[in-house]
């Protein structure tokens, strides 16, 4: 059973791994608390869905997907760079506009791909279970995503990316054009999560417009788990981590649905997992040294600074 | 306008430079008024002033980081009075208080160089420079501070301190030779030990290189001892300018006492400390 559950894990967490990275792209690159990613993962499987349907191959159909993805995010950056809108505020309002714009998109509320040629259609061909046709498919994506990242994180351009994400000050200082760099690390990043709604739509045969909702949490949760698997900088570890962790989240969630939870709870379980992966890395030690005297000291002390170090940014 | 723009000796000039801001209270505030300013080249400018006098403001039209309202900013001989600070890398570089501000602190030694170079060379490609390149750079500009950072390219910069972030900073500034060197009281944020070595190393970088440099510092005595030409900027506008011989018998004393009479006795209340204090 065991055996079973991981299968299923690996299968469903895989292809949530090009989210995962765009998340990571996005926030932890960037530092943009861009929400488009959910929106861009539903354009992406809306558009995904309907040139499959039309009969496009599968990889025009994804490719195409991203590229609207990426267009989705540009517009956030467009909002943010030319009304001078807060990231986080344009994202929730294009986030919002795409969920209509899946809808148009679709010309109807959901669509199925039953009898098209997918992503995961080759399987079949090659005498492999649609299971591992999917893994493969997903592992080859993955793989492939991960290797590519790696390389543009290390070139001169992604160090500039990098650089905007840390300071635009000092990026600036040093002859970057950020504003530039935002718009090309949100389109990346929205691309992304649109290759990941297009993979899920061709793997389950069918797009519904609410596949969108709480997305982002999903991707959030395999984010955060996979953070926690490593505290090292370098961009490597941190890829490889990633990818584990959207994998062992879903391993979690797989295992929620066998032992019996109500499917109902799927969404608040993923939030539980958030933050009980947050209050682990932050508190995990805190609350055994809480037993004696001086841990409770060393926690009041932590808990003050962190009151006292606090910061409000108005985005309105 | 750009009268002087043929004058292959001057590095900067500044004419007519004028910047306001809106004060909290919807007050309009000048903070440089009408401000003129020639540099020759390779002359270490040392600017002092009160809080508020314009000197920051000043060097920030110069880097790109505020656009003068009116007025024109001419980098050795290039009109580049509204172009934004990344695209004046490779005429003006700054280096600013805070050690934070001037490296990326979770970036290496060496990758921060690579940006630096990148940024000179105005491109970004999409692959790496090469090690070598970025790392004979870097000691080639590091070596000379003694300081023994050639060694520690790998190092993550934000694990160095102050004072190291500050000497690398210079020396990142220093790449590929720019018209003008910005020093916005680069030292201002160390002990003194780490303030002295800074600004020796900095004062080894720009006279080998004959780099043209504007210093804020509120050192007094470090700015008429080192600097080739010392102003000094109140309400927004130069009201002491000397340089040469002129400077070798000022003293520090001599300086608090014109800046009074100058600005109408309205002193700073560090500038009135000093000058109550026998020492």
């Not at chain 1, 600036?172 to 718009?183: D, F, H, I, K, M």
């Not at chain 2, 390779?42 to 060097?59: D, E, M, Q, W, Y």
């Not at chain 2, 001892?225 to 010392?230: C, G, K, P, T």
């Amino acid at each position: 059973m065991i055996w079973n559950l991981i299968e299923i894990a690996v299968q469903v967490g895989l292809l949530y791994v090009p989210l995962v990275l765009g998340i990571y792209l996005a926030m932890g690159v960037m530092s943009l608390p861009d929400l488009t990613l959910q929106g861009s993962f539903g354009v992406g499987g809306s558009t995904a869905a309907v040139l499959t349907i039309n009969g496009q191959h599968p990889v025009v159909s994804l490719g195409v997907a991203m590229l609207a993805g990426a267009a989705t995010g540009l517009v956030t950056v467009l909002l943010h760079m030319k009304l001078r809108l807060n990231v986080l505020l344009a994202s929730i309002l294009v986030a919002t506009a795409a969920y209509s714009m899946c809808l148009v998109i679709m010309s109807s509320g959901n669509l199925s791909l039953f009898g098209t040629t997918t992503a995961f259609s080759w399987a079949d061909g090659v005498g492999l279970t649609y299971r591992e046709g999917t893994i493969l498919t997903g592992a080859g994506v993955a793989l492939l995503l991960v290797a590519v990242l790696l390389w543009f994180l290390r070139t001169d351009y992604g160090l500039s990316l990098v650089a905007t994400g840390q300071n635009i000050q000092t990026a600036r200082g040093l002859g970057v054009r950020t504003e530039l760099r935002q718009a090309v690390g949100l389109a990346v990043a929205n691309a992304l999560a649109a290759l990941s709604g297009g993979l899920v739509v061709h793997n389950q045969g069918f797009m519904d417009v609410t596949i969108q909702n709480g997305v982002i949490v999903i991707g959030l949760a395999g984010m955060m788990l996979g953070l926690s698997f490593t505290r090292s900088s370098r961009v490597l570890p941190i890829l490889v981590a990633l990818v584990a962790g959207v994998v062992v989240y879903r391993f979690a969630v797989a295992t929620s649905l066998q032992i019996g939870l109500n499917p109902n709870l799927l969404q608040l379980l993923t939030a539980a997992v958030v933050v009980v992966v947050i209050a682990v890395r932050s508190q995990g030690r805190s609350w055994l040294s809480t037993l004696t005297a001086t841990g409770r000291r060393q926690s009041r002390i932590a808990r003050t600074r962190y009151y006292e170090e606090d910061r409000v940014a108005s985005f309105i | 306008m750009l009268r002087a723009s043929s004058d292959p000796t001057l590095d900067l000039q500044l004419s007519g430079c004028t910047k306001r801001f809106i004060a909290p209270g919807r007050e309009l505030v000048t903070a440089v008024d009408n401000l003129s300013l020639e540099v020759e080249a390779g002359t270490f400018v040392s600017i002092i002033g009160s809080n508020g006098a314009g000197k920051s403001t000043t060097l920030a039209m110069i880097a790109g980081n505020l656009l003068a309202d009116e007025g024109h900013v001419v980098v050795r001989g290039q009109d580049v009075t509204t172009l934004p600070s990344w695209r004046r890398i490779g005429l003006v570089s700054r280096v600013r208080q805070n050690p934070q501000d001037n490296m990326v602190s979770n970036l290496t030694i060496e990758e921060n160089f690579a940006l630096a170079l990148a940024g000179r060379r105005g491109r970004f490609p999409l692959r790496r420079t090469s090690p070598g390149k970025v790392r004979a750079a870097a000691q080639e500009l590091l070596e000379p501070l003694g300081m023994g950072l050639e060694d520690r390219l790998g190092a993550i910069s934000g694990s160095l301190s102050g004072g190291q972030r500050q000497a690398i900073a210079v020396a990142m500034a220093c790449l590929g030779s720019p018209a003008v060197m910005l020093l916005d009281e680069h030292v201002a944020a160390l002990d003194p030990n780490s303030a002295a070595r800074v600004n020796a190393a900095t004062e080894r970088l720009i006279r080998e290189r004959g780099i043209t440099t504007l210093m804020v510092t509120h050192d007094m005595k470090h700015a008429l001892d080192h600097a080739d030409r010392l102003l000094m900027m109140h309400q927004g506008t130069i009201v002491v300018d000397v340089c040469g011989d002129e400077l070798t018998g000022i003293t520090p004393r001599d300086l608090q006492q014109r800046f009074a009479a100058l600005s109408g006795g309205s002193l700073s209340d560090a500038s009135l400390l000093a000058e109550s204090s026998p020492a």
